[in-house]
């Protein structure tokens, strides 16, 4: 297997979190072949409080080094902000000036190579029945702004041990997950347009509804036809407070 350099806390990271997620769930990766070797955007459903474990043991097993968008909050708890800063995950600072300073890392680190996943529902979904919600633009955004792959990654079964709905927590032994890669989105539509709000609204839905087809696939039922869900502008502003 190829060695990846992981780094002191990283790879802190990885001893101690692998072992108790590897007693949680049993895991099945698909389409891992699909990930480009150089620096590429990751989206993804967000299904759970637990899919940053969900999703950084599949990178970790390409091998890779993952680099998630994370609250700036969390880099400020002691010894998980210094855990957050020493594996260079990226700091978002939602509703202030400093929010553009995560693009702008993002864009550098997908430059140097790296893997950078991205929850364009920011948060987990509160669709009733569990599919992707609308997303925001920060993913496409990213992708245009740095030229690199959008790859759509789809996991299910991380909302048994937490539902993003009723918010219950319970671990449970072995619990089945599933990650699935799909082919890269199609970028090159948009390659000589204005990267405008619309540009990017128009990109961000044709993502959603991507990881919305791949996710039925492993559900194994038909996707819904209606529009993505979409938060009540009150649930909105809770999310952007919390």
């Not at 072949?33 to 955007?41: C, F, K």
């Not at 998980?80 to 509703?95: C, D, L």
């Not at 997303?135 to 992708?143: D, I, M, S």
């Amino acid at each position: 297997m190829t060695r990846v350099r992981r780094g002191f806390w990283l790879g802190l990271a990885i001893a101690v979190l692998k072992p108790a997620i590897l007693v949680m769930t049993r895991h099945e990766w698909r389409g891992q072949e699909l990930i480009p070797p150089d620096g590429a955007v990751v989206v993804t459903n967000h299904i759970s409080k637990i899919d940053p474990l969900v999703l950084g043991h599949f990178i970790v097993d390409l091998p890779r080094n993952p680099r998630f968008l994370a609250k700036d909050t969390l880099f400020h708890k002691p010894f998980i902000g210094m855990v957050f800063r020493g594996a260079h995950q990226i700091p978002v600072h939602r509703n202030s000036a400093d929010a553009a300073k995560a693009l702008a890392a993002a864009v550098d680190a997908v430059a140097d190579g790296s893997l950078v996943l991205m929850h364009p529902e920011g948060t987990c979904t509160k669709d009733p029945d569990l599919w992707p919600m609308k997303g925001k633009t920060g993913a496409a955004r990213l992708a245009l702004l740095s030229g690199a792959p959008m790859i759509p990654v789809v996991q299910w079964g991380a909302q048994r041990i937490h539902h993003p709905v009723t918010g219950k927590f319970r671990p449970r032994w072995r619990t089945p997950v599933t990650v699935v890669v799909g082919e890269p989105i199609d970028l090159s539509e948009y390659a000589d347009r204005p990267v405008t709000v619309e540009l990017l609204d128009e990109l961000t839905e044709k993502t959603m509804l991507r990881l919305r087809e791949m996710l039925a696939e492993i559900r194994g039922v038909p996707a819904p036809t209606g529009p993505l869900f979409t938060l009540p502008k009150a649930g909105r502003k809770r999310e952007a407070t919390s």
